[in-house]
């Protein structure tokens, strides 16, 4: 994995918060862990993370720690992960891959990410050689609007158009909401309806494959769970949640810099949790990446 060499001018958004690509540079050299032994690799959190880390980062940097002990030449095509406990935005992540297995197509590799001496997440990944086979792809959504005639997220939010998380933080991903999103505040009640939102990295990334998926895998967990609150009339102020499980497979090549349409829906939720699908086509229509993701959903009572 390679970091940019650009040395672009600070960008802001309609809101005041940074952008562009100085922001996703922040995001690519949190992919580049530091290589302590053969198998030990450690990575940090940005200054400004909220109480605990991001899913999506500690994903991200997994895969990076189980990519850097695999052939360049084998690419990752799925992941699955448990988070096990809150990660600590304040201290170091120490990430140790185990070889699993180095087969003639396949490589497995597992990784476990650990702080202050407990795990806090473990990812199983697996890559392979390319090889042809039999093709096809269920056909993308065809009545959604190009993402450059929707706003970004810093257009809502400068419009008023917000609650939550995306007011707070720097956004290494444009995203381009195709309808209200939950945290919106001319929302109107329950859905059944995918959530649906348009994203790519915010600038430009090296040819690095890896780091597209790794790329994708951190933005796949911003509005997955999002899906399970749209089937409800909730104030999100009362609702607590938490990514339990994540699931990823990786299709076809794609760029993480190009857009992409996020297709989300919850076919279920029980016991305070809620179960989401996710599916990323490219704009041809081309299915380049499906994700599982179940969470903690608990509505808190007065």
């Known amino acids: 994995m390679t970091r940019s060499s650009a040395a672009p001018v600070p960008e802001f958004a309609a809101d005041g918060l940074p952008r562009g690509q100085a922001v996703l540079d922040g995001l690519v050299q949190l992919l580049d ?11 940090v959190s940005p200054p400004q993370s909220p109480t605990r880390v991001f899913g ?31 990660g600590d935005p304040r201290v170091p992540i120490v990430y140790e891959a185990e070889r699993v297995r180095d087969g003639r197509s396949f490589t497995t590799r597992r990784v476990l990410a650990i702080q202050h001496g407990e795990a806090i997440f473990s990812l199983s990944a697996s890559f392979q050689l390319p090889q042809e086979g039999l093709e096809h792809s269920a056909a993308g959504p065809s009545d959604v609007p190009p993402p450059e005639t929707l706003p970004s997220i810093g257009d809502r939010v400068a419009a008023g158009r917000h609650a939550g998380w995306p007011a707070r933080t720097p956004r290494p991903i444009d995203m381009r909401f195709v309808d209200e999103p939950v945290w919106s505040s001319e929302r109107t009640g329950a859905s059944d309806d ?36 749209a089937r409800h009339d909730l104030d999100l102020d009362k609702v607590q949640m938490a990514s339990l499980d994540h699931a990823m497979w990786f299709h076809r090549p794609f760029r993480a810099d190009e857009w992409l349409l ?41």
Request: with cysteine; aromatic share 6%; net charge positive.
């Open 56 to 86: 999506g980062q500690v994903a991200g940097q997994a895969l990076v720690a189980a990519g850097r002990t695999v052939p360049s030449d084998r690419e990752v095509h799925s992941l699955h992960a448990y988070f096990i406990r809150p």
């Open 194 to 229: 995918p959530v649906r939102v348009w994203m790519r990295a915010d600038g430009a990334l090296p040819d690095d494959r890896l780091l597209h998926v790794c790329l994708l895998t951190y933005a796949s967990d911003m509005t997955l769970l999002g899906s399970v609150l």
């Open 33 to 43: 862990l530091e290589q302590l032994e053969v198998n030990l690799f450690r990575g």
């Open 262 to 302: 996020y297709t989300c829906h919850s076919p279920t939720a029980s016991g305070s949790r809620g179960l989401a699908t996710g599916r990323f086509t490219a704009r041809d229509g081309r299915l380049v990446a499906t994700t599982v993701q179940e969470g903690l959903v608990r509505v808190r009572r007065n």
